[in-house]
């Protein structure tokens, strides 16, 4: 009864899934406390206190017919403003409520604007390692993802071969800025050097090239790291944003997709968009989730939270002797499979209830991903479980 495309992903069904529902399995073996599951990016604590309220005050204080109706395929047009003023606010630009399409999520606002512009065949590029989903979501809408690996050691995108890489097919360049999984983010330099570079190709190739920045993890970032406002650095940028992951909301998919006037062909755009959105079947982003987060757009994720268990994570497994990329945003450690093999050693990692995702799930081989948006109480109880697998893996502590 299914198609032959479903088929396949029913038989390669996601190495994240299948590694949390090991973790179900595991935890009915042995006890939920006795399982380290490092698999999903769900993150563990709470949505901020503020944003709750604003669910219930929506509730109370707003009509119900209007609360829970149909409205604009792009959202409620107070709510665009308000998003849109927020950025102003932020990053100095001037959008409007015309400028703010909100989505189901960023997965959601993905989908919208790949079937806004790809024809079949067109080419989307990204950066290798990435997410999973990528390749699903370009496939939908009958593109062709092509993975241009990211530079050895630092991760960043390689501008000398993504420039090589484009071609006469390229409608799209997908980049995620903080980066899941390796927790790397793109400073200003490498995010101006990329749009020049794509505004030089565009020319010399005759085409439209779009930047999709996916940036569901844009207000987590440490160090006092910050992440480039990319319309700032190339005209034909679309933000794909979510409150997945900044408020604790994945479950709730709710976020948007900025579309600057200044893009190329923009009113055509704008239509477009808010016709695929309706047309995927979202019709709007969750009406009651909009009325919410614009109530909070100040409302701030745990950061601190998420950077102590990234310190704790990242000093303990480095001393132990494992080699991790130091991550400066999103909640994601990439560290090094000690002998190569990511899966090998994620099957090692499993015999002592830890659970990690091997890197080949994310076009990283020789890498594995742990998700660190959980209780500082699991790391801690965790650390023995890594010093065994430290010593069978013949890692020296440093
Ligand atoms: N993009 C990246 C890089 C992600 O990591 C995720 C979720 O993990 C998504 C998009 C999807 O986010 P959402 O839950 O808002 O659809």
Redesign the pocket.
């Known amino acids: 009864m299914i198609s032959e495309r479903m088929k396949k992903l029913v038989g390669g069904s996601s190495a994240i899934r299948a590694m949390f529902e090991e973790g179900n399995r595991l935890a009915a073996l042995y006890g939920r406390e006795n399982v380290y599951d490092f698999s999903l ?1 769900n993150p563990n604590f709470p949505a901020p206190e503020k944003v709750q309220k604003a669910i219930v005050d929506v509730l109370s204080e707003e009509e119900s017919t209007f609360v829970h109706g149909y409205m604009p395929n792009a959202g409620f047009p107070d709510v665009r403003a308000a998003v849109a003023a927020d950025l102003n606010t932020r990053y100095g630009t001037n959008y409007s409520a015309d400028n703010v399409l909100m989505t ?7 989908n919208t604007i790949l079937c806004t512009i790809l024809n079949p065949g067109d080419e989307v590029l990204t950066i290798s390692p ?2 999973v ?2 390749g699903n979501y370009v496939t939908n809408h009958g593109g062709v993802l092509r993975a241009v690996p990211s530079l050895e050691g630092s991760f960043l995108p390689d501008l000398d071969a993504l420039a090589e890489a484009i071609g006469p097919r390229t409608r799209a360049v997908l980049i ?1 800025n903080p ?2 999984p390796t927790g790397v983010v793109y400073d200003r330099d490498t995010c101006s050097a990329l749009g020049a570079m794509l505004e030089r190709r565009s020319k010399e190739l005759g085409i439209e090239i779009c930047l999709l920045s ?1 940036e ?2 844009r207000e987590l970032c440490y160090d006092g790291t910050e992440v480039p406002w990319l319309p700032s650095c190339y005209k034909n940028t679309v933000v ?1 944003y ?4 900044s408020l604790s909301l ?1 479950g709730e ?3 948007y997709l900025l579309i600057p006037s200044e893009m190329d062909g923009f009113s055509d755009v704008w239509s477009a968009a808010c016709i695929a959105n309706r047309m995927l079947g979202f019709v709007n982003a969750p009406s009651l989730m909009q009325r919410a987060v614009a109530r909070c757009l100040d409302a701030k994720a745990d950061v601190d939270a998420y950077d102590k268990n990234r310190k704790l994570l990242y000093g303990k497994l480095t001393e132990l002797g494992f080699s991790c990329v130091y991550p400066r945003g ?1 909640f994601y450690l990439w560290m090094k499979a000690p002998g190569g093999d990511d899966k090998a050693f994620s099957d090692k990692a499993k015999a002592y209830n830890l659970l990690l995702v091997p890197g080949s799930s994310f076009a990283g081989p020789g890498w594995v991903r742990m998700a660190y948006c959980v209780s500082p109480d699991m790391i801690e109880r965790s650390l023995p479980a890594f010093a065994k697998l430290a010593e069978e893996c013949g890692l020296h502590a440093v």
């Open positions: 990016g189901v999520g960023a997965a959601g606002g993905l990435y997410f989903e990528y995620n980066n899941n996916d569901p993890y794909c979510s409150w997945s992951k994945p998919r709710i976020g999103a």
